[in-house]
């Protein structure tokens, strides 16, 4: 059986300045989606045979209407994901995900401290992020954690493997560095 997926960029907006960005977000001034176009977009998405909505951006916690989005999404059947920096989840917002129908959550991390920091242009953005992962396993959000593999992170790829396995992450999941975006 084939599974459709769709992944929804919600908002180009977002909290950091990760230098391999392939959206550019932040720096293009575009609307965010809102729930009235997730509701006429769904149409297509039944006619298409959608199964599970990745729900993206920049980062997507910056939509005002993201909540409604993913509750609407899960009530019409989806399996909802949300992929995200992590920066702006704590037990508040990990228990409203998982409330309104977060399935999975995907949250980037890039490297160990200083590396994840550099990518990231926040010298805070590491252990926010690994805040967050073991925010949202204790809320018993299935939770992945994307790597960006490039030639700043590939020497300490062990190590850091090292350290989701010590966070307990579901799965770990690797891409190569696509030079666009920043």
Known sequence: MIVV????HVTNRCNLQCEHCVYDSGKLNMVDMSFETVKKLNIGFKNMGVKEVHITGGEPLLNKELFNMINYLHSEGYL?????????????VARKLKTNG????LISIDGLYETHNKFRGNSKSFTAACEAVKICI????????????SKFNINRIKDLMKKMNEL?????SFFYLTPMGR
């Open 80 to 92: 909802v994901r949300l992929q995200s920096n992590g920066y702006l989840i704590n037990k508040e």
């Open 5 to 8: 997926e769709v992944d929804l």
């Open 168 to 172: 307990k992450v579901n799965q770990h």
């Open 138 to 149: 204790d809320e018993g959000i299935f939770t992945r954690v994307n790597t960006v593999v």
């Open 102 to 105: 977060v399935d999975h959550i």
